[in-house]
């Protein structure tokens, strides 16, 4: 590949941003993330930020977003993602369930001991701000896996012709020492930087920019090990001189790319911030004017005559201000404050609770709306709520969490941290990523609740005609009752093999009929013995009373 047609290929890329994107990425920054403020203008390393809002409501609302978001999404003291069969009654099978418990409680590990945490809220962060985020997984000769959220000036998106980012490229800077760490002094000769180990040496604080390019390989080589024959592309450039300092590959792209929503053909994704820009503004506004009434009320304006016999005006405690006595009517005095600030601040409480709703704060702080309700009622409606989030949960699977959780598997397995595959499951080696978050369960609900709500509305029915009690005859109890297990992500392992249910059902029949036996047997030998006079020795009666009388039947 051509270093300098890629860069031509990043420049095409940058100007869309610039000339669409970057403006509005700049302005949601300054109200929700301004510790990333510096997308359209340059910032210097330590230096101080100016003040570009008077209001911190957007911040906030963007951070609890992101905490919300990520405690119901990946709750930290559990296994919040679960690999499993897709079909329910491979997982019935006890070493199938068990595999895969023990698969999901490795890679869990694997997250938990490395810097998923800090990397992931901030790349919430991002999302709550520019609508599009980007997590990078690569492997780590310390921790296994390392984790880096990149933020959205730093990368160019490309889309395939189904609507799925493939390529990625981001521009970074290196120092030369840094430039010799990450790519060795002999590549970066070869690519003609034939200066940069005096440079290296003499300490200089020259940046070069590179860029590094991920996408598909049209001519991949499954089986191959090389990584120039991997799936993914990725070529390292030297943009100063267009040259391709390192090409390599990987077999699963290693950027992780989301959306909250988008546009009609656009690449980038709408963030909560972007959709309540015009809010934010007017909030702005009202809060500066309620700032205003409140200096007018603690410090109004003098009214004074305009001949010069009021001296000293002063606002300090214990001032003298002089005024000419023979004026009676040139007496200074305070102007009472005008407007109402009541309305002012009904308005500021209206426009940031719209702020809030946006970002969806009010889904994670349930107790401030629910309030006198039984925790049953306050459940039934967090749910309902949280579905307004499903659109988005649904994307950030699909297009973030289910690509990475591949990922993490793949690694997991190259590494051989997996055990052994069980022989049934070697016939049918596939798998899926159940989620067991708040969030996750409460967009899968209804999946149960449509059984559970048809088998209701029956079960009222019978009551006025007993033949609708018959439909309820259509249902499998067990099939029902495992599809329901396995629909809330319920441990497989925690279920009986339906051949030792079964089993054990066969028996509890049998003790029922012999039971059924014992308890009919006396009444039925006296009955007998009534109508003859005597039991017949052949007959089953007789072969009850004597098993009593033996001691073989217990009565007890």
């Not at 029902?480 to 629909?487: K, N, S, T, V």
Request: charged share 25%; glycine share 4%.
């Amino acid at each position: 590949m051509n270093g300098k047609s890629l860069v031509k290929r990043f420049d095409s890329m940058n100007s869309y941003a610039i000339g669409n994107w970057k403006n509005l990425w700049q302005e949601c920054a300054d109200w929700a993330m301004p510790t990333n403020d510096n997308i359209n203008r340059v910032r210097y390393e330590g230096l101080e930020k100016s003040p570009q809002r008077m209001i911190d409501t957007c911040i906030e609302a963007n951070y609890n977003f992101a905490a919300g978001f990520y405690s119901h999404m990946f709750p930290p003291n559990s296994v919040w993602a679960k690999y499993r069969h897709p079909n329910p009654m491979m997982m019935a099978d006890e070493s199938v369930a068990y595999y895969f418990e023990q698969v999901s409680r490795i890679i869990h590990q694997l997250i938990v001991g490395s810097n998923f945490a800090q990397e992931e809220f901030q790349a919430l962060l991002c999302m709550g701000a520019f609508g599009t985020n980007c997590l990078s997984l690569e492997e780590d000769p310390k921790d296994i896996v390392r984790f880096r959220n990149h933020v959205i000036d730093d990368i160019r998106l490309e889309e395939n012709h189904l609507g799925i980012v493939d390529t990625v490229a981001r521009e970074f800077k290196l120092t030369p020492r840094q430039a010799i760490q990450q790519y060795g002094a002999e590549a970066l000769i070869a690519a003609g930087m034939s200066q940069i180990e005096d440079e290296a040496k003499d300490y200089k604080n020259k940046k070069y920019t590179f860029i590094q390019f991920i996408m598909p390989r049209s001519d991949f080589k499954a089986n191959s090990k090389k990584s120039t024959d991997k799936r993914y592309a990725s070529y390292h450039i030297n943009r100063e001189r267009g040259t391709v300092v390192q090409e390599s590959g990987f077999d699963f792209n290693p950027y992780k790319v989301a959306r909250f929503t988008k546009g009609n053909d656009e690449i980038y994704g709408r963030s909560p911030m972007s959709m309540v820009l015009g809010t934010a503004r007017r909030t702005n506004v009202i809060y500066r004017s309620m700032v205003l009434a409140a200096e007018q009320r603690a410090n109004s304006q003098w009214l004074v005559p305009d001949d010069d016999s009021v001296k000293n005006i002063s606002n300090r405690a214990g001032a003298i201000i002089k005024w000419r006595a023979t004026n009676p009517n040139g007496k200074p005095e305070r102007l009472a404050p005008a407007g109402d600030s009541g309305l002012a601040f009904e308005m500021y409480q209206i426009h940031e609770k719209q702020i809030k709703q946006m970002f969806f704060n009010h889904l994670f702080r349930p107790l401030e709306d629910y309030r006198n309700m039984t925790a049953t009622e306050v459940n039934e409606r967090m749910t309902t709520d949280m579905m307004t989030l499903a659109p988005f949960v649904s994307r950030y699977l699909n297009e973030h969490v289910n690509p990475m959780m591949e990922h993490l598997f793949y690694i997991a397995q190259k590494k051989n941290l997996l055990p052994e595959m069980p022989e049934k499951l070697a016939e049918s080696p596939s798998y899926e990523i159940d989620y067991v978050g708040r969030l996750s369960m409460a967009t899968k609900s209804f999946e149960t609740m449509g059984a559970i709500n048809t088998l209701r509305v029956f079960g009222e029915l019978s009551q006025m005609d007993q033949n609708m009690q018959m439909s309820l005859q259509n249902v499998e109890p067990d099939k029902l009752f495992r599809e329901i297990w396995y629909a809330n992500s319920s441990s497989m392992n925690a279920l009986k093999d339906p051949r030792q249910l079964a089993n054990e059902r066969e028996m509890q029949m049998q003790m029922m009929q012999q039971q059924q036996m014992i308890n009919a047997a006396p009444k039925m030998a006296d009955a007998a013995q009534k109508v003859s006079g005597a039991v017949d020795p052949t007959s089953l009666i007789s072969d009850a009373t004597n098993a009593v009388e033996s001691g073989e039947l217990n009565l007890g």
